[in-house]
Antibody, heavy 120, light 113 residues
Framework: EVQLVQSGAEVKKPGESLKISCKGSGYSFTSYWIGWVRQMPGKGLEWMGIIYPGDSDTRYSPSFQGQVTISADKSISTAYLQWSSLKASDTAMYYC?????????????WGQGTLVTVSS | DIVMTQSPDSLAVSLGERATINCKSSQSLLSSSNNKNYLAWYQQKLGQPPKLLFYWASSRESGVPARFSSSGSETDFTLTITYLQAEDVAVYFCQQYYTTPRTFGQGTKVEIK
């Protein structure tokens, strides 16, 4: 069974750093792209970027380029999303999701989400 | 970026009736190389992550009930729920994956009347 299990909710202060994780299981982690999607409170879905764990090839949405870093550790089947300096506007639910393939780039499996709250 | 616009923003439908959601893209999602429309539909129930319903505009994901159907081409797409059930209450999103960034529609909330 394909599963993406994300790390738990976080409460941070503005200016702090953060790294959240997404662990894949039940499939070959290095053979599928993993993406990150932001959902701000009561809002829609925003595609942030994707990574291919096999070689760490990464693509970002222009809206998120330079604001976050996507990475992966294939040895432990885990993808990451990190911030160096959080802002209150980063408060959101963040989902990781697997792409069916690069040729079929829709998300077929999703993690349960990680709620990030940034408040002073 | 391709802008995806859904209509309506919300709708209330009686149990057993039909719900129709529209999704319009700012440019064609039809590829001339493979004649496929690069569009997916997702369902998000309250407190849950999104779930894939359709891809390539009309290919139903395994396990999705037959009362859900999807159609359309180029810039105009429709998700239809016939015989609405209580468990279909959710927000539905369309997404284009023709170009990056892979943008989503703003979502359509389906409720029971």
């Amino acid at each position: 069974e394909v599963q993406l299990v994300q790390s738990g909710a976080e409460v941070k202060k503005p200016g702090e750093s953060l790294k959240i994780s997404c662990k894949g299981s039940g499939y070959s982690f290095t053979s599928y792209w993993i993406g990150w999607v932001r959902q701000m409170p009561g809002k829609g879905l925003e595609w942030m970027g994707i990574i291919y764990p096999g070689d760490s090839d990464t693509r970002y949405s222009p809206s998120f380029q330079g604001q976050v870093t996507i990475s992966a550790d294939k040895s432990i089947s885990t993808a990451y999303l990190q911030w160096s300096s959080l802002k209150a506007s980063d408060t959101a639910m963040y989902y990781c999701a697997r792409l069916d393939s690069y040729a079929n780039p829709y998300f077929d499996y999703w993690g349960q989400g990680t709620l990030v709250t940034v408040s002073s | 970026d391709i802008v995806m616009t859904q209509s309506p923003d919300s709708l209330a439908v009686s149990l057993g009736e039909r719900a129709t959601i529209n999704c319009k893209s700012s440019q064609s999602l039809l590829s001339s190389s493979n004649n496929k429309n690069y569009l997916a539909w997702y369902q998000q129930k309250l407190g849950q992550p999104p779930k894939l319903l359709f891809y390539w505009a009309s290919s139903r994901e395994s396990g999705v009930p037959a009362r859900f159907s999807s159609s359309g081409s180029e810039t105009d797409f429709t998700l239809t729920i016939t015989y609405l059930q209580a468990e279909d209450v959710a927000v539905y999103f369309c997404q284009q994956y023709y170009t990056t960034p892979r943008t989503f529609g703003q979502g359509t909330k389906v409720e029971i009347k």
